[in-house]
Nanobody, 124 residues
Framework: QVQLVESGGGLVQAGGSLRISCAASGRTSRWLAMGWFRQTPGKEREFVAAINWSGGSTSYADSVKGRFTISRDNAKNTVYLQMNSLKPEDTAVYYC?????????????????WGQGTQVTVSS
């Protein structure tokens, strides 16, 4: 089993920055591909960013490309999402997810483990 705990969410003004974190624990967590997804009420969970186990491969949704950066520190079993130039439409619950395969996936269904989510609110 792998446990994921997100932190760092909060309220920020449009144009501001926020970094959210995901601490992983459990078996072989450092070898997992990791992803960030987000969800707003009434909408499906959508892909934001993903990173492979080594950090050498990343993928981003077009809506966040150039503004968000995903990274990981395997020594700390932690994945980060640095969010810059935030917009009100970035407001959502952000979920961390782990994929037991070695590749980078944008699909919700490919992820095996999920955190509880952290709320990010961007005010206009």
């Amino acid at each position: 089993q792998v446990q994921l705990v997100e932190s760092g969410g909060g309220l920020v003004q449009a144009g501001g920055s926020l970094r959210i974190s995901c601490a992983a624990s459990g078996r072989t967590s450092r070898w997992l591909a990791m992803g960030w997804f987000r969800q707003t009420p009434g909408k499906e969970r959508e892909f934001v960013a993903a990173i492979n186990w080594s950090g050498g491969s990343t993928s981003y949704a077009d809506s966040v490309k150039g503004r968000f950066t995903i990274s990981r520190d395997n020594a700390k079993n932690t994945v980060y999402l640095q969010m810059n130039s935030l917009k009100p439409e970035d407001t959502a619950v952000y979920y961390c997810a782990a994929d037991a395969s070695l590749g980078v996936s944008t699909n919700v269904g490919d992820y095996d483990y999920w955190g509880q989510g952290t709320q990010v609110t961007v005010s206009s």
